[in-house]
């Protein structure tokens, strides 16, 4: 009810920013926009890497740029390690924060409910290795087995949006749950198989300043800003040491606390209280709030703060910055692919290619429906209710969209030329999983009644 003074009504305004930002809003709530935005900018970036201004596109990501801090500090990179090395160790922090709630209190966190998904996943990261390790086996280039290995979950989850009440919710959940495992996999094939030259002074600083996060964590430190700076010198360290950066971002995401300082029923009898104050009769009302009624609603911000997790609270306000910010620059800087240079033409009798391209196509959706199928076969696992195998194959097939992930690996294994052929690999297999999973689920399932 709006508030009353005397016989006026007092309604709330829409703002003329309001009216102009609400599309855009709703267009951010959708499922499926944050795999439009990626895929508008994979498209963006492939055109222009083959247009008249392919030269600017390339320079453009080989722009130097230094960040220097006396003579302490000293970072001097092109603009495309920042986007890989800095901006996607933000992308991992928020990665590694979803793993540690699905572990917790999420569709991973019993053995009943995880054995599906981590089976299915494991089936969907072994067979792509094996189909590249086929083709590629004898070479220098086989070093790229882990490209096909990891599924989008911005692409995937959009393709099983479009198709509404024919993907049940559990579809939805499962698949969440399988790229959750998928990207957890890719974190430590990075960790163990992709760092080389590594400096166990820095790595030693690396791990202390995330012993500090750990620490702050047990004090019942809640402030964000402290694990912030603290993660920022663990990322510096971690850099330096050899050992792919965007590790820190993981680390530095299970140092994160997932409990809360109040309880709801706490928060829900503070709340009332504040409110109450809020709403005692006070002097004639003015345009601005009164000092008790000021009082009221910070000390109603301060609770709202203490009933969320600072896990909880940094999910929620990180996830639109990745989602339309920093993947959307990872595929602008990363999915460019000359295609008619005499360079850099594309090779397409190449191994690595379709060693890439098969094994997103085929690998993912042979490995994870093979992998449940024994999984059920044997009784460890059981098909959620509303789904069947025809579901399951889908599924298999919307695993094959390895885009992030596979780009950023491809980068850690390969140089030049034949981080061309991965790129294009990984382009062409995961557009065709992509394609043939929404097909797949089109044709083969029905669509069910709303919940």
């Not at 800095?86 to 409910?113: C, D, P, T, Y």
């Not at 012993?211 to 663990?234: D, H």
């Not at 062409?428 to 394609?435: E, N, R, T, Y």
Request: charged letters at 15%; one cysteine or more.
């Amino acid at each position: 009810m709006p508030k009353r003074y005397g016989a006026r009504i007092l309604p709330g305004r829409t703002l003329p920013i309001e009216r102009l930002s609400r599309p855009f809003q709703e267009f951010a709530h959708q499922a499926s926009s944050g795999g439009i935005v990626l895929l508008f900018c994979a498209i963006v970036a492939l055109l222009w890497a083959n247009s008249l201004f392919a030269p600017a596109y390339f320079r453009l990501w080989q722009t130097p740029v230094e960040v220097r801090f006396g003579a302490w500090i000293a970072l001097d990179k092109p603009l495309l390690l920042w986007i890989n090395d800095g901006l996607m160790a933000i992308f991992f922090f928020l990665v590694g924060m979803e793993i540690k709630r699905e572990l917790l209190v999420g569709e991973l966190a019993s053995w009943r409910q995880a054995m599906l998904p981590i089976v299915a996943a494991i089936g969907g990261m072994v067979m792509p290795a094996l189909i590249f390790y086929a083709l590629n086996a004898g070479t220098p280039e086989i070093r790229g087995w882990g490209i096909p290995m990891a599924t989008d979950i911005a692409f995937a989850l959009g393709a099983l949006a479009l198709l509404g009440t024919r993907a049940p919710l559990a579809l939805k959940v499962l698949l969440s749950a399988l790229a959750i495992i998928d990207d957890l996999g890719a974190v430590l094939v990075i960790a163990l198989f992709y760092t080389e030259n590594m400096k166990p002074n820095a790595l030693f600083y690396a791990l202390l300043a995330f012993t500090g996060m750990l620490i702050a964590n047990r004090l019942g430190v809640r402030n964000t800003l402290v694990y912030f700076l603290i993660g920022c010198v663990m990322w510096y360290f971690m850099l330096k040491s050899g050992v792919h950066a965007t590790v820190a971002g993981v680390l530095g995401a299970w140092a994160i606390p997932v409990r809360q300082r109040i309880a709801p029923e706490q928060y829900v009898a503070c709340v009332r209280e504040y409110l109450r104050q809020f709403e005692t009769p006070h002097r004639k009302p003015t345009i601005i709030l009164n000092p008790i009624q000021q009082s009221a609603v910070e000390a109603i911000e301060r609770a709202s703060e203490r009933v969320q997790s600072p896990l909880q609270r940094l999910e929620h306000v990180l996830h639109p910055w990745v989602a339309f910010g920093i993947l959307p620059v990872f595929a602008l800087a990363n999915a460019g692919v000359s295609l008619f240079g005499e360079q850099n033409a594309i090779d397409w009798g190449s191994r690595v290619l379709w060693g890439v391209a098969l094994g997103l196509l085929l690998g993912k959706p042979i490995g994870i429906t093979l992998a449940s199928w024994l999984a059920v076969r044997a009784g460890v696992a059981q098909l959620p209710s509303g789904v069947g195998w025809a579901h399951i194959g889908g599924v298999g097939l919307l695993g094959g969209i390895g885009f992030t992930m596979a780009l950023f690996i491809a980068q850690l294994a390969y140089d030049a030329h034949t981080l061309n052929l991965a790129k294009m690999g990984v382009l062409i297999g995961s557009a065709a999983a992509g394609i043939a999973g929404f097909l797949w689920l089109r044709l083969l399932t029905h669509p069910q009644p709303e919940s």
